[in-house]
């Protein structure tokens, strides 16, 4: 009977120290603290500022056969997300007075569309021509190879070289746009709103509408 008590009490012995020496082991904790996720941006300036008015066109002063306007609009991402890519379109929206001036009696047939017959003699991006690009070619094939700004209604220009972030490396969009001196009368009172519309990407899957 002694043996067996003597034995249960070295094995409580041994269960206890066993149980002790667990919490001997050396251990250290440490965290990970401050995990802020804080979104970039992606900020499209067109001249450093969020749009541009007039810069092609004479505002409220008249044009007339032989004018012609050039302009540029630099384009920087002032954000912290680098972009995917730029997409450009073009809307062309017109008024017509015909009737108001008669061209008939002039000598001229009227023109009804005035953005038909103006031309758009340069167009490029990032130091590109984009008049020779295989798209723009295709629209200008009706017009004997000249491109008017009509042909560009509703065109977009897509997958373009993004700006660099922070402002870095800016890319400039140049375009020309004229009125042949053939024109003539047809064009008298009518007006032409262009809007180019910029559109900065972060995902090769996005697009301008």
């Known amino acids: 009977m002694k043996k067996i008590i003597g034995l249960a009490l070295a094995g409580l012995l041994i269960l206890g120290m066993a149980g002790y020496s667990t919490f001997a082991y050396f251990s250290d904790t440490e965290t990970s603290t401050n995990n802020i996720f804080t979104a970039g941006t992606l900020d499209l300036k067109t001249n450093n500022a969020d749009s541009v008015t007039a810069t092609w066109g004479n505002g409220?002063?008249?044009?007339?056969?032989?004018?012609?306007?050039?302009?540029?609009v630099t384009l920087k991402n002032s954000g912290t997300i680098a972009a995917n890519h730029v997409d450009i379109k073009f809307t062309v929206g017109t008024t017509s007075n015909a009737g108001t001036y008669n061209a008939t009696d002039l000598g001229d047939a009227?023109?009804?569309?005035?953005?038909?017959?103006?031309?758009?003699?340069?167009?490029?991006?990032?130091?590109?021509?984009?008049?020779?690009?295989?798209?723009?070619?295709?629209?200008?094939?009706?017009?004997?190879?000249?491109?008017?700004?009509?042909?560009?209604?509703?065109y977009k220009i897509a997958n373009?070289?993004?700006?660099?972030?922070?402002?870095?490396?800016?890319?400039?969009?140049?375009?020309?746009?004229?009125?042949?001196?053939?024109?003539?009368?047809?064009?008298?009172?009518?007006?032409?709103?262009?809007?180019?519309?910029?559109?900065?990407f972060q995902d090769a899957s996005q697009t301008l509408p």
């Open 60 to 72: 409220s002063n008249p044009v007339a056969p032989g004018y012609s306007s050039s302009g540029t």
């Open 160 to 200: 373009l070289t993004a700006p660099g972030t922070n402002g870095s490396t800016p890319q400039d969009f140049a375009m020309t746009i004229g009125i042949p001196t053939s024109v003539g009368n047809g064009i008298q009172g009518d007006a032409v709103n262009l809007t180019v519309t910029f559109g900065l």
């Open 110 to 154: 009227d023109i009804t569309d005035m953005s038909t017959v103006m031309t758009v003699t340069a167009l490029s991006y990032g130091g590109n021509d984009l008049l020779q690009t295989s798209g723009i070619e295709t629209l200008d094939a009706g017009t004997g190879g000249v491109l008017t700004l009509s042909e560009l209604n509703n």
